[in-house]
């Protein structure tokens, strides 16, 4: 998929410069029907029509947020690491990944506000 910047490029070469889609697509390597769909589309669409279900850290998703609100309650020294929550969850019966449940752990965490680093 081309970026947003590419598609206006696309667009605006053909319509403002008077280019031809052969013409374009030799000049940014791409393929004539990628050119053909950016001229024919005024906007660069992409939606999802349906929530994905989360087979793997759905059923997990409130206990994960437990362990966190707790964790960031407790005193620097007594927090536990990302790893050892992800062991804690795994001796429970979660059956996804390490990066699967960090990823969540994020969303959850960025939620919440927790562990938000303020940029000076």
Do not use: W
């Not at 696309?10 to 791409?30: C, D, P, T, W």
């Not at 966190?68 to 990302?82: A, M």
Request: proline share 2%; glycine share 4%.
């Amino acid at each position: 998929m081309i970026e947003k910047v590419q598609y206006n490029y696309i667009r605006f070469l053909y319509f403002n410069k008077h280019k031809s889609q052969r013409e374009i697509a030799k000049e940014m390597g791409i393929h004539r029907a990628t050119v053909k769909r950016a001229i024919k589309n005024p906007e660069q669409k992409y939606h999802m029509n349906v929530e994905r279900d989360k087979p793997v850290n759905g059923d997990f998703e409130k206990r994960i947020k437990h362990l966190l609100e707790h964790n960031s309650k407790q005193p620097k020294s007594q927090k536990l690491t990302k790893r050892r929550i992800y062991e804690l969850i795994c001796e429970e019966g979660y059956k996804g990944s390490y990066s699967s449940f960090t990823y969540q752990a994020r969303k959850i965490e960025e939620k919440l506000g927790i562990n938000s680093r303020s940029k000076c």
